[in-house]
């Protein structure tokens, strides 16, 4: 059965302890943009998302992918979500996301887990936030509704166009223009989140049923995904977001410890874990020049630098010798026991390292280490063993930002 997240009463106007779930349909096949649920937007796969913000929830206690394509469902599980299997006949253009929801709840009962509550939400609104989903349960909640959908505000005058050619208004008067201010308040459906009473929607077969209720977002949260030009608008949104969230908690990273050496991955952290391949096969990899900067201010000063990397491409150990740094690559599943090494050669203790990574290969190094240091768009596994998350992704100012840190810390001059 569930282990649910429970709840004071005076935050559930209701008389037992609700449980909820959220359900996120992403299928494979996508016309409208190729593989858009898997896509990179803001430095995390576009799932990634709203996968984050719903396992926040203070409602939700577990979030489910209903797919049936093998990278989704590998996404969705690096991103803390868990996997039910889409049938092909519910997966093909013509399929509904009611068809959907309603198949991940049948296996869920056969497991026996039967949510009280169906949180049921989109990839294409990469924007929602956690308390939009708060909002749109409490909302349901407070007004003992059965279903619950998120909106924005609508202003504008809708027309459409007759047989004959003429025009004509839909939800206004053509003969009559109120202000803004003057008019009924309207709403339009933004497709990010639906909340459900479980028993409700499998009696009645579609999201919309019993009482049903608004819940308001913000104009800047209510952003669909459904061309390619979106993504670019959406990306912008995001890292804005980013940005101003950081800015609002002023958050500022600081070292935990006073290193005596920073150890690196390459891939994912001097790097924007991307790959170019020519027609050859011939392998590049995209950096930042400001990493070389901030490394050459370390240089200066009596702390180690060094790179321990699982790949095999040249073209780690050409960057690490044009930076100045020490590099051991080609580590295959010997990267912790390279650390050890490293730190027993150089006799330092690895609680006096700074290692810097991004991916589940780099757990143990990071939890070894001082100081386990990841960069914003590290994977869920690195992160939830780091020490600090740095405000910048791999390869996009990552390492500069760190040997920022370690420069305050030891009191560097520039």
Same mark, same amino acid.
């Given at each position: 059965?569930?282990?649910?997240?429970?709840?004071?009463?005076?935050?559930?106007p209701m008389e037992k302890i609700i449980k909820a779930i959220a359900i996120i349909?992403?299928?494979?096949g996508s016309k409208g943009i190729f593989r858009k649920n898997v896509i990179e937007i803001a430095g995390k796969p576009m799932l990634a998302w709203n996968i984050e913000a719903a396992r926040a929830s203070k409602f939700v206690d577990t979030v489910y992918i209903s797919t049936d394509d093998a990278e989704i469902a590998s996404v969705a599980r690096n991103y803390g979500a868990q996997v039910i299997g889409r049938p092909t006949e519910l997966a093909g253009d013509t399929a509904t996301s009611e068809s959907a929801l309603v198949h991940a709840l049948g296996v869920l009962k056969e497991q026996g887990k039967e949510p009280d509550l169906l949180i049921f939400m989109q990839c294409t609104s990469p924007l929602t936030a956690t308390e939009d989903i708060d909002a749109a349960v409490q909302k349901l909640l407070d007004e003992k509704a059965d279903s619950c959908l998120t909106v924005k505000d609508f202003h504008y005058f809708v027309w459409k166009q007759n047989e004959d050619g003429s025009a004509e208004g839909i939800n206004h008067d053509k003969r009559f223009r109120p202000r803004r201010q003057d008019r009924e308040p309207q709403y339009k459906?933004?497709?990010?989140?639906y909340v459900m009473?479980?028993?409700?929607?499998?009696?009645?077969?579609?999201?919309?049923?019993?009482?049903? !209720? &608004?819940?308001l977002m913000p104009p800047e949260r209510c952003f669909?995904?459904?061309e390619p030009a979106d993504l670019q608008i959406a990306e912008a949104l995001l890292l804005r977001h980013q940005s101003e969230a950081n800015r609002s908690t002023s958050y500022i990273p600081h070292l935990t410890i006073h290193p005596k050496a920073v150890l690196f991955d390459f891939d994912g952290v001097f790097t924007d874990n991307k790959v170019y391949v020519d027609e050859t096969g011939k392998e590049t990899v995209r950096c930042d020049r400001s990493d070389g900067w901030g490394l050459a201010q370390l240089n200066r000063s009596e702390i180690k630098l060094? !790179? &321990?990397s699982t790949e095999e491409n040249p073209v780690v150990s050409a960057?690490?010798?044009?930076?100045?740094i020490e590099c051991r690559q080609g580590l295959g599943e010997k990267k912790f026991e390279a650390f050890q090494n490293w730190c027993a050669e150089n006799g330092i203790k690895p609680e006096e390292v700074v290692f810097v990574g991004n991916d589940a290969n780099d757990t143990e190094c990071l939890k070894a280490a001082g100081c386990g240091v990841v960069p914003s768009d590290g994977y869920p596994e690195a992160k939830q063993v780091a020490s600090i998350v740095l405000t910048r992704p791999g390869g996009q100012g990552a390492v500069r930002e760190l040997c920022g840190l370690v420069g305050l810390t030891l009191n560097l001059r520039p």
């Open positions: 059965m569930f282990s649910m997240k429970t709840f004071k009463k005076k935050l559930m349909p992403a299928r494979g459906e933004n497709g990010a989140i009473k479980t028993d409700g929607f499998k009696k009645a077969g579609h999201r919309f049923f019993g009482k049903t !209720v &608004l819940s669909e995904i459904d060094a !790179v &321990l960057r690490c010798k044009k930076l100045g």
